[in-house]
């Protein structure tokens, strides 16, 4: 038995075994090493990073802000509110169709400042302070609700709280070593977590090696270890296969460097946002990870990193699976521990259906790429196919590693069934668990915008 089961008093038969899901091993893998972005002066706050909330602005074009102060709120709970990653001024407040809200631009200043926060232990404080502390750091967006998939609803108590300590998705961070330094401002996070839940805490880990100092040893903690392919570290099928989700249940998920995020607010007294992702792809020259700011731009740590290829770059801040196209003057994401620049693919493969397919990759048998199961592959955006009718194929369900059926799901959703949308597991699943139901399907239907439709019509139901 390894050390890593005896030291968790864990044995192989309760490791939780994923095995339906896919290993996409993508080219440019992040090295392990850590630079300094280079210089920005630009940062980003973008409510459409934030599902389930209706923005209020709370500054205007010009004003000076400090690292903390209020951009905008949610109208619903003006409590959450979500705030400047640095001190500076307001330079451009972004809107769109319908004077919709998408980006608040902050030109960053000369002289740091921040908004004073509570110093003090979590665990000598009661959940009330915890809250308070949370809201007024603008960190509580950084709690996920399930179901829904939605910023966390300070109403609810949540059943329990999630934090999945591994990334499985294609190039994912490591969390463990973004972290590696980090094992105070992580346990700090932990014990305010735990002040806000009746329940427990819960962790995932990978199976395959032995916990950092980070994640190990921490008190009032329930470990349980995972093995198998993608998606085995997405927290909602941790969640599944621990204690699903049942109707009018809240659980809440927290990515591992939010939570020391919200950590760091307790042990220093202000908000810091320094931000630490992977830059990773098949077409950057040096993947490593970069330490910046969150929301900072995203062009000084792409220059001079791109390679020079016939295809041009599509930068996504996220995983290839979920993330967001931002180009090469985007900014990056709220949520987001990885970069990935990888080819955008805009051409017609003549009979691509026909060739033997040696650097092609498929999850199938179609090609001869399937007998080079360990190989990395350098795959591009084009969606090698067309729009066909969605049609009953066994695909998703190999992929797909709950006990829902995910057509028949998305069928209830395309046709507003919201009964059977219930009846079907909706309350279980976000975007990221079925992504890879949107990679492998033939008919290439958009799987997680539908899925999102269907997430959307069900909360407004039952708020009502």
């Not at 597991?425 to 008919?443: K, N, P, Q, R």
Request: proline share 6%; glycine share 8%.
């Amino acid at each position: 038995m390894p050390d890593t089961f005896k030291k968790y008093a864990i044995d192989m038969s309760k490791v939780i075994k994923i095995k339906r899901g896919l290993d996409i091993r993508l080219k440019g893998a992040a090295g392990k090493t850590i630079s300094q972005a280079g210089r920005t002066d630009l940062f980003a706050v973008k409510p459409t990073d934030f599902k389930g909330i209706d923005p209020r602005i709370l500054v205007k074009q010009g004003q000076e802000v400090l690292a903390g102060t209020p951009l905008f709120c949610d109208k619903t709970h003006p409590e959450i509110v979500f705030v400047s990653p640095v001190s500076g001024t307001v330079e451009e407040i972004l809107r769109g169709e319908r004077r919709k809200l998408l980006d608040i631009m902050v030109r960053s200043g000369l002289q740091p400042g921040f908004e004073p926060l509570q110093k003090g232990d979590p665990s000598t404080m009661d959940m009330e302070a915890i809250r308070q502390q949370i809201f007024k750091s603008g960190l509580w967006p950084s709690i996920i609700q399930r179901p829904y998939g939605v910023v966390a609803d300070p109403n609810h108590t949540p059943r329990d709280i999630f934090i999945s300590a591994f990334d499985s998705a294609p190039l994912g961070a490591d969390y463990e070593f973004i972290l590696k330094d980090e094992a105070k401002t992580f346990s700090t996070g932990i014990k305010a977590l735990r002040k806000l839940t009746s329940g427990k805490v819960h962790i995932g880990l990978d199976s395959r090696k032995e916990p950092s100092k980070v994640f190990a040893n921490l008190e009032g903690i329930e470990y349980h270890f995972f093995s198998g392919p993608h998606p085995a570290g997405n927290t909602g099928i941790q969640i599944h296969h621990v204690a699903p989700v049942n109707k009018e249940e809240v659980v809440w998920t927290v990515t591992p460097q939010l939570v020391a995020l919200i950590g760091r607010t307790f042990l220093i007294g202000q908000l810091d946002s320094t931000w630490t992702f992977a830059l990773a792809g098949s077409y950057i020259k040096e993947p490593r990870y970069i330490k910046g700011i969150r929301g900072m731009a995203i062009a000084p740590v792409l220059a001079g990193q791109l390679q020079e290829q016939e295809l041009p770059p599509r930068v996504i801040s996220g995983n290839v699976l979920t993330g967001t196209n931002i180009g090469e003057n985007g900014y990056l994401g709220y949520y987001d521990s990885v970069v990935t620049v990888i080819p955008e693919g805009k051409y017609f493969d003549l009979f691509g259906w026909a060739m033997p397919g040696i650097n092609k990759f498929s999850m199938s048998r179609s090609f001869l790429s399937s007998f080079l199961p360990k190989k990395s592959w350098d795959i591009d955006t084009n969606l090698k196919g067309g729009h066909r009718a969605f049609v009953m194929t066994g695909q998703y369900e190999k992929v797909f590693p709950m006990d829902i059926y995910p057509v028949h799901l998305l069928k209830a959703v395309i046709t507003n069934d919201v009964d059977k949308m219930e009846q079907l597991g909706i309350y279980e699943v976000i975007e990221e668990d079925m992504a890879l139901c949107e990679f492998v399907c033939t008919s290439k239907t958009d799987v997680q915008e539908i899925l999102r439709t269907g997430l959307d019509l069900i909360r407004k139901e039952m708020s009502q």
